[in-house]
């Protein structure tokens, strides 16, 4: 299994660019999630998905869209990009299950500097 | 929502020192306290996790307790080794569909051979 994987690895956007950041996981995993990391400020929870055709807002979801077509997929769209959106994203994914929790995985990240 | 505080931000100390972190929970119905290593550029891995129908779990020199009337954590690392420096999350959680994980602030935890 290779997991949960992320492209790109680092991105240099122009304000007002849009782009997308991509996720995939080979584990059937019901759960997919987006994190911000930014400097002393831990990961910041943007979009989340229980499922495919299902998602919601997490704490930081402004600027940012989410869609889930496949169990497998999870992409992270930046809408027209700003400064204040450099930081590190983190996909995660784990599996779904009523009333239980389980370890999250998490992707290698992407560096964005939005300059 | 929930809101998790994580505590020192930084952590110094000589190897085979022990280290302990701290972390409070606004949210009574969290019971799942998970916590992340994060080593430099790379990704947060699970290194032990806790439900509140637990007060402590250990694994080899790691151990996490949970005190749910107070709404904390922590984390206790013994006989510390250069190899344990790195940044340190903790995370809350309530159990079910859907519910997603509040991350702390992070502790850099270094470890002086």
């Known amino acids: 299994n290779a997991g949960v994987t992320q492209t790109p690895k680092f991105q240099v956007l122009k304000t007002g660019q849009s782009m997308t950041l991509q996720c995939a996981q080979d584990m059937n995993h019901e759960y997919m999630s987006w994190y911000r990391q930014d400097p002393g400020m831990g990961l910041r929870l943007i979009h989340y998905?229980?499922?495919?055709?299902?998602?919601d807002q997490g704490e930081v979801p402004n600027g940012y869209n989410v869609s889930r077509s496949t169990t497998e997929d999870f992409p992270l769209r930046l809408l027209s990009a700003a400064p204040s959106q450099t930081s590190v994203y983190f996909c995660?994914?784990?599996?779904?299950?009523?009333?239980?929790?389980?370890?999250?995985?998490f992707g290698p990240g992407t560096r964005l500097t939005v300059l | 929502g929930e809101n998790v505080e994580q505590h020192p931000s930084t952590l110094s100390v000589q190897e085979g020192d022990s280290a302990v972190i701290k972390c409070t929970y606004s949210?009574?119905?969290?019971?799942?306290f998970p916590w992340y290593k994060q080593e430099l550029g790379k990704r947060p891995q699970l290194i032990i996790d806790i439900r509140s129908n637990v007060g402590e779990k250990k694994d080899q020199r790691i151990a996490v307790t949970l005190n749910k009337t107070a709404k904390h954590f922590s984390l206790h690392i013994t006989e510390t080794q250069p190899e344990d420096s790195a940044v340190y999350f903790c995370a809350a959680s309530p159990m079910g569909a859907g519910n997603m994980l509040t991350f702390g602030g992070g502790t850099r935890l270094m470890v002086k051979p």
């Open positions: 995660a994914s784990r599996p779904g299950s009523s009333g239980s929790y389980s370890e999250q995985f």
């Open positions: 949210d009574s119905a969290s019971n799942y």
């Open positions: 998905s229980v499922g495919a055709g299902i998602t």
